[in-house]
């Protein structure tokens, strides 16, 4: 009995293993391995024709931490997360609460908040290009009903960033309001009723009541937002190619930049492994702290 | 709650709503519009096709529309076989080192292919994928998020199928193929919207592996075709950017109510 038993073992091994194996070979030749390799190319330096590539141990870091555009791109990416997360996660927040609330014509205000999500990055800037055109862009037109004067929304370092970062509020808003009116149709219906009788405000029930119970969904869309704020870069490719002087330039279009406009790998390893790092901190907290709170198994 | 009260926040919800949409219906409403007239606003302007013709013989857009469709269904075939297996191994095998396995998948979540452009190009160069369809799709196949997704849709089926089948004689690959994926069908639709609608509209990577209008997609030929060295103007961008999410946005207002299931169901699990 127990020679059967041990042979079902070796045989569900067996069988584990094989079904794992394509998955195995690819997450490792498209994620692993990649990782490592980056890790170890950014230790040496940038070959030319006449100079192998050489180690150079800690090298490219310490450029990339005297590069000024550097210092100037982790900014910029910090403005951008600091302001898309919060601003999108409000704008959802609102949007679920009035697309589940009764309001009229539900349905086509749903769609109207969703519809962004489905869109290309790379049209949204097209679409959002028409708007911040100086001189002809929509917002001009509008700006000149009012008698103000014509603004380069994209050509100005002072609103650069800023346009980029109302595309993408714009764009992942209505994905993040779809957690929440999933999370709100969980609320039982008794909350509200019992609410009403202890005769709290609408507003009290809305802060005493809900947000608490979105706990949750909040901190998971944080996460997502949080790498959202990391790869979400499309639509600087359309608006402002990182310009004007750098100033709406968010790291992974710089590690783009660094490695197929400048040619220079070992520098845009070294961001990367920087970029990785982050992530890694993300994973670590989302892994052993979010976790605690929503059930996997 | 007084009736003012809700007047006013049913305003602000379609306010918010016109905000949000204005963007989408002032280009379509320029697609359709001469230049001129678009860009001053002149409402009452005729209605023209021609921003259509001239977008659509400024590019092969039936090419692109082609290796966008190959691109996906390449995506998600690849990914389902994949997942699938892999999901069940995590879901009803027992064999050493899965827990250590599992860890590693989840952590290829926060490694993002995006971030990887680098290494993950040297690769798809190496082994000779370099400006092909399959190159651009690869690196997505073994989505960890999809096997995860099929674990956990593996998970709910009850043992007692399981069981029934296993007397009835069913093999290991019978009783994947007979059972469980018949029972996670919903799961496999959920998966396929978010993965068609993901790759449908992925740049950065493609625009990388590609260098040929025989395998560029939609997203990397819309922005080439609208990059200011053509000096396309406005209209033209605007009618070529409708053409090219046409197809995925009628398919979304048609399907809107699965559509958002399918990103609720990726997301919440």
Redesign the interface.
């Given at each position: 009995m127990s020679a059967q038993a041990a042979l079902e073992?070796r045989r569900?091994?067996?069988?584990?293993?094989l079904?794992?194996s394509?998955?195995?070979?690819?997450?490792t030749?498209?994620?692993?391995?990649?990782?490592i390799?980056?890790l170890w190319?950014s230790l040496f330096s940038r070959g030319t024709r006449r100079k192998p590539p050489e180690f150079v141990g800690l090298e490219n870091y310490r450029d990339l931490m005297a590069d000024p555009t550097f210092w100037l791109v982790v900014k910029n990416n910090l403005i951008y997360a600091a302001v898309t997360i919060p601003v999108s996660i409000t704008?959802a927040l609102?949007?679920a609460l009035?697309?589940n609330?009764?309001?009229?014509?539900r349905g086509?205000?749903r769609?109207?908040?969703?519809?962004?999500?489905?869109?290309?990055?790379?049209?949204?800037a097209?679409?959002?290009?028409?708007?911040y055109?100086p001189g002809?862009g929509?917002l001009d037109?509008i700006g000149a009903l009012f008698g103000l004067p014509s603004v380069n929304w994209l050509g100005q370092p002072e609103t650069a960033l800023w346009a980029v970062i109302i595309v993408t509020v714009?764009k992942e808003?209505?994905?993040f309001m779809?957690?929440y009116l999933?999370a709100l149709q969980t609320i039982p219906e008794d909350l509200r009723e019992a609410a009403d009788i202890e005769g709290a405000s609408?507003w009290t029930y809305t802060r005493r009541i809900v947000l608490p119970l979105l706990m949750p969904t909040t901190l998971?869309i944080v996460v997502?937002a949080l790498?959202n704020s990391?790869?979400l870069?499309?639509h600087l490719?359309?608006l402002t190619k990182g310009g004007p002087s750098d100033a709406s330039k968010l790291i992974?279009y710089y590690?783009?930049e660094m490695?197929?406009a400048f040619f220079d790998?070992p520098h845009?390893?070294a961001m990367?492994i920087l970029?990785?790092g982050v992530?890694?901190v993300?994973?670590g907290i989302k892994?052993s702290y979010l976790d605690k709170r929503t059930h996997?198994q | 709650m007084s009736a003012a009260m809700r007047h006013a926040e049913g305003l602000g919800a379609l306010l918010l709503a016109a905000v949000w949409i204005s963007p989408l219906l002032f280009a379509f409403w320029a697609a359709f519009h001469s230049t001129s007239d678009a860009v001053n606003l002149n409402i009452w302007a005729p209605w023209t096709l021609d921003n259509f013709r001239t977008a659509w013989a400024g590019a092969p857009w039936l090419r692109y529309f082609v290796n966008t469709f190959i691109l996906v269904t390449v995506v998600l075939i690849g990914q389902f076989v994949v997942t699938t297996l892999a999901g069940f191994a995590f879901a009803k095998v027992a064999f050493p080192g899965k827990d250590l396995v599992f860890i590693l998948v989840l952590m290829q979540l926060f490694i993002l292919p995006e971030v990887l452009i680098v290494e993950n190009y040297a690769m798809v160069s190496r082994i000779g994928l370099f400006d092909t369809i399959l190159g651009v799709g690869m690196p997505y196949m073994a989505s960890a998020f999809g096997i995860f997704l099929m674990r956990q849709a593996f998970k709910s089926v009850p043992i007692e199928l399981h069981e029934a089948a296993r007397i009835e004689g069913c093999g290991w690959l019978g009783l994947l193929m007979r059972v469980y994926v018949p029972l996670a069908w919903p799961t496999y639709l959920a998966y396929a919207l978010v993965s068609v609608s993901t790759h449908w509209n992925n740049f950065l990577w493609p625009l990388i592996v590609t260098n040929s209008p025989e395998t560029r997609p939609l997203t990397v030929g819309l922005s080439i075709f609208g990059a200011p060295e053509n000096g396309v103007d406005i209209s033209v961008i605007s009618a070529a950017t409708m053409m090219s999410i046409a197809p995925l946005l009628v398919a979304f207002l048609v399907f809107q109510r699965q559509f958002v299931q399918a990103f609720l169901r990726a997301g919440i699990k």
């Amino acid at each position: 009995m127990s020679a059967q038993a041990a042979l079902e073992r070796r045989r569900q091994a067996i069988y584990g293993w094989l079904l794992l194996s394509p998955a195995a070979v690819l997450l490792t030749t498209f994620a692993f391995y990649p990782s490592i390799a980056t890790l170890w190319s950014s230790l040496f330096s940038r070959g030319t024709r006449r100079k192998p590539p050489e180690f150079v141990g800690l090298e490219n870091y310490r450029d990339l931490m005297a590069d000024p555009t550097f210092w100037l791109v982790v900014k910029n990416n910090l403005i951008y997360a600091a302001v898309t997360i919060p601003v999108s996660i409000t704008i959802a927040l609102a949007m679920a609460l009035w697309a589940n609330s009764k309001i009229p014509a539900r349905g086509l205000v749903r769609t109207a908040y969703f519809t962004p999500t489905v869109l290309p990055m790379i049209a949204a800037a097209n679409l959002w290009l028409f708007f911040y055109t100086p001189g002809l862009g929509v917002l001009d037109q509008i700006g000149a009903l009012f008698g103000l004067p014509s603004v380069n929304w994209l050509g100005q370092p002072e609103t650069a960033l800023w346009a980029v970062i109302i595309v993408t509020v714009w764009k992942e808003a209505g994905f993040f309001m779809i957690f929440y009116l999933a999370a709100l149709q969980t609320i039982p219906e008794d909350l509200r009723e019992a609410a009403d009788i202890e005769g709290a405000s609408r507003w009290t029930y809305t802060r005493r009541i809900v947000l608490p119970l979105l706990m949750p969904t909040t901190l998971f869309i944080v996460v997502n937002a949080l790498i959202n704020s990391v790869k979400l870069i499309d639509h600087l490719f359309i608006l402002t190619k990182g310009g004007p002087s750098d100033a709406s330039k968010l790291i992974l279009y710089y590690i783009w930049e660094m490695a197929f406009a400048f040619f220079d790998a070992p520098h845009a390893a070294a961001m990367t492994i920087l970029v990785l790092g982050v992530l890694a901190v993300v994973a670590g907290i989302k892994f052993s702290y979010l976790d605690k709170r929503t059930h996997y198994q | 709650m007084s009736a003012a009260m809700r007047h006013a926040e049913g305003l602000g919800a379609l306010l918010l709503a016109a905000v949000w949409i204005s963007p989408l219906l002032f280009a379509f409403w320029a697609a359709f519009h001469s230049t001129s007239d678009a860009v001053n606003l002149n409402i009452w302007a005729p209605w023209t096709l021609d921003n259509f013709r001239t977008a659509w013989a400024g590019a092969p857009w039936l090419r692109y529309f082609v290796n966008t469709f190959i691109l996906v269904t390449v995506v998600l075939i690849g990914q389902f076989v994949v997942t699938t297996l892999a999901g069940f191994a995590f879901a009803k095998v027992a064999f050493p080192g899965k827990d250590l396995v599992f860890i590693l998948v989840l952590m290829q979540l926060f490694i993002l292919p995006e971030v990887l452009i680098v290494e993950n190009y040297a690769m798809v160069s190496r082994i000779g994928l370099f400006d092909t369809i399959l190159g651009v799709g690869m690196p997505y196949m073994a989505s960890a998020f999809g096997i995860f997704l099929m674990r956990q849709a593996f998970k709910s089926v009850p043992i007692e199928l399981h069981e029934a089948a296993r007397i009835e004689g069913c093999g290991w690959l019978g009783l994947l193929m007979r059972v469980y994926v018949p029972l996670a069908w919903p799961t496999y639709l959920a998966y396929a919207l978010v993965s068609v609608s993901t790759h449908w509209n992925n740049f950065l990577w493609p625009l990388i592996v590609t260098n040929s209008p025989e395998t560029r997609p939609l997203t990397v030929g819309l922005s080439i075709f609208g990059a200011p060295e053509n000096g396309v103007d406005i209209s033209v961008i605007s009618a070529a950017t409708m053409m090219s999410i046409a197809p995925l946005l009628v398919a979304f207002l048609v399907f809107q109510r699965q559509f958002v299931q399918a990103f609720l169901r990726a997301g919440i699990k």
